[in-house]
């Protein structure tokens, strides 16, 4: 199970969710009964915010190595937060780190990419280069989420 997501849409469109539910499910699939043990045992999962993920490897804290080569890896909004030139090379070189990764991965093994975003198609590639960009378009399909946010409509529905 190779396979890898890049969600695009509005702030509270349900990119975060959606991915945390994919996480969930394949989580539940992976269960080895067998040895009664968890997808922790077996595989490694690396989440985190895009912005948070950069302030940790800035302080040193943060083991890139782990996130780029885990077997599930989530990464939620790219693009957001730091528009600076050190930002775009951290997230591009995770994203070249897990292309290479991908590449060398088989079809029978479990290797999800799990990308948010609030920017459109045009931006990532104007925000992250055209080598960044191309490996996204290899290692993901991009879903575009069209609603607005659900928790703004909520919001609305009591005022």
């Not at 199970?1 to 959606?18: A, E, N, P, Q």
């Not at 067998?34 to 800035?58: C, H, M, P, Q, R």
């Not at 060398?104 to 590639?125: A, C, H, P, Y």
């Amino acid at each position: 199970m190779r396979f890898g997501y890049c969600f695009l849409g509005k702030v509270g469109c349900g990119k975060t969710y959606l991915s945390e539910i994919i996480i969930a499910q394949i989580r539940k699939f992976f269960l080895d009964k067998k040895t009664e043990g968890n997808i922790a045992d077996k595989y490694s999962v690396a989440t985190g915010n895009a912005e948070f993920l950069y302030k940790k490897y800035l302080q040193g804290g943060n083991n890139i190595k782990f996130n780029t080569k885990a077997d599930i890896l989530f990464i939620d909004d790219i693009g957001a937060g730091f528009d600076t030139e050190a930002y775009r090379n951290f997230i591009g070189w995770i994203i070249k780190e897990r292309y290479v990764a991908f590449k060398r991965k088989k079809e029978g093994d479990v290797f999800v990419t799990l990308l948010t975003t609030n920017l459109k198609i045009n931006e990532i590639m104007e925000f992250f280069g055209d080598r960044v960009f191309d490996r996204i378009v290899e290692m993901t399909t991009f879903m575009n989420f069209k609603n607005d946010s659900m928790r703004l409509s909520r919001f609305k529905q009591i005022g």
